[in-house]
């Protein structure tokens, strides 16, 4: 089980980027319905946060507040893939993003993740640094 980011870069402020979550070597649908797939972003010196995620039996999704208003979650089934469309970047936004996976309902709802435990999958991250 492998999920595999992209998309990104180094954009400057106010900019726009669309990470990209995708399944490698299996798909989404293996998992039957009842997971999430979460968004996390670490900055050095901080601690990780969880920005977003999405539940595949409802579709509910969930955004912290620092980026309410100007991310979307967006799941593609058929391509296994998972989308974070990040619009009106802030230097604040800085950092390297995460996708992670956790095959239980309870890991993604419209208050929250369930915080990170050993069975989750996670990918190998992608950097976003917003600058000018």
């Known amino acids: 089980v492998q999920l595999v980011e992209s998309g990104g870069g180094l954009v400057q402020p106010g900019g726009s980027l669309r990470l990209s979550c995708a399944a490698s070597?299996?798909?989404?649908?293996?998992?039957?319905?009842?997971?999430?797939i979460a968004w996390f972003r670490q900055a050095p010196g901080k601690e990780r946060e969880g920005v977003s995620c999405?539940?595949?039996?409802?579709?509910?999704?969930y955004y912290s507040d620092s980026v309410k208003g100007r991310f979307t979650i967006s799941s593609d089934n058929a391509r296994s893939t998972v989308y974070l469309q990040m619009n009106s970047l802030k230097p604040e936004d800085t950092a390297a993003y995460y996708c992670?996976?956790?095959?239980?309902?309870?890991?993604?709802?419209?208050?929250?993740?369930?915080?990170?435990?050993?069975?989750?999958?996670w990918g190998q991250g992608t950097q976003v640094t917003v600058s000018s």
């Open positions: 992670a996976a956790g095959l239980t309902f309870y890991y993604c709802s419209a208050s929250g993740l369930r915080p990170p435990d050993d069975t989750d999958y």
């Open positions: 070597g299996f798909a989404f649908d293996d998992w039957g319905d009842d997971f999430g």
């Open positions: 999405v539940r595949r039996r409802d579709g509910v999704t």
